[in-house]
């Protein structure tokens, strides 16, 4: 009945009595694995979960599957109606798995790696260093480092103890969370050519703090290089990208981009680049917010091109 009532992305895991219920949705937006532990049988969000826990991570819950776990066995497993196609979210290989996970039997570090070597390739640049913005987009520097031979440097230092800012709702308080999340290290940049590879652009605030930054620093030059193409569409299923007004890459080119936030030049990755990246077909891959063409019927966007029209 919850197939058919709840459209988007969702994983849900449910503790009925002594039963625990966990599905996922029909298109399988949202990660979910099946494991075990200390004998048992668990749920989680990411393989990585259950590995920290001693457990093992045997594979992930289909599409649109609803398993029945009861005293530590696997007793039910079937198939919500409807469904057939796939439309996986690109952003969990990009930036919101952690880089030891394995999403649908893909390695999000050799994906990101693989990212990082795509975009030397698409949009290669004369530096001194590559220097990822930490931590997620440190597998695709590497990746760029290796295939462009330029070397890599960890030039800026982060604070552990400072919240991941792309999920702080509040715009003044991520720029100001970003000054005490990053410190370079001048010795490194003073003087250096550098090329600043970040795993997405959303909103911008972040990168534009971060390039300043590395500038006051002394780099003499930075070319910043994005792991995912423009982000130029809302989200719908689960990620704060509500208004294309506060996505960077809106209606504006990478020239425009990289003015906005003060870099000398910015290069994304492509779609193609991406779907290779990931070794994914494209059809099982939801890129809503990089195309504006969604898996599912989004009442919000047709009222949007609705008006649109009739404004027209």
């Not at 895991?13 to 029909?26: H, K, N, S, T």
């Not at 991520?174 to 410190?183: D, G, I, N, Q, S």
């Not at 990289?258 to 994914?280: P, Q, R």
Request: hydrophobic residues 40%; aromatic residues 6%; neutral net charge.
């Amino acid at each position: 009945r919850a197939s058919t009532e709840l459209v988007g992305g969702y994983s849900v895991v449910l503790l009925v009595g002594a039963r625990v219920i966990a599905f996922r949705d029909p298109l399988g937006m949202r990660p979910l694995v099946f494991g075990t532990i200390e004998g048992g049988v668990a749920v989680a969000s990411e393989s990585v979960a259950l590995e920290l826990m001693g457990g093992t991570a045997i594979r992930d819950v289909e599409p649109g599957e609803v398993l029945v776990l009861e005293r530590g066995e696997l007793v039910r497993s079937s198939k919500m109606p409807g469904g057939g196609g796939r439309a996986h979210c690109m952003f969990e290989w990009v930036y919101f798995s952690r880089p030891d996970s394995v999403v649908e039997g893909r390695s999000v570090y050799d994906a990101r790696h693989r990212i990082g070597v795509r975009l030397a390739t698409e949009s290669p640049a004369s530096a001194d260093l590559v220097v990822p913005v930490p931590d997620s987009a440190r597998p695709q520097a590497l990746g760029f480092a290796e295939r462009s031979g330029i070397p890599y440097a960890e030039a800026l230092i982060k604070n552990r103890f400072v919240e991941r800012t792309f999920i702080i709702p509040d715009q003044k308080r991520r720029e100001l969370e970003v000054r005490v999340k990053l410190h370079p290290v001048p010795g490194l940049l003073r003087g250096k050519r550098v090329v600043l590879v970040d795993d997405s652009i959303v909103r911008g605030t972040t990168l534009r703090e971060i390039v300043q930054m590395v500038r006051r620093a002394g780099a003499t030059r930075i070319d910043v290089r994005v792991g995912c193409p423009p982000i130029v569409a809302p989200c719908y299923f689960g990620i704060d990208m509500k208004e294309r007004k506060d996505l960077i890459a809106f209606e504006r080119s990478e020239a425009e981009v990289a003015a906005e936030i003060g870099a000398d030049s910015v290069h994304y990755l492509t779609i193609a680049g991406l779907v290779d990246a990931i070794e994914k077909p494209k059809e099982d891959l939801c890129l809503g917010c990089l195309t504006g063409r969604y898996p599912v019927d989004v009442p919000e966007e047709r009222r949007r091109l609705q008006k649109s029209l009739a404004e027209f």
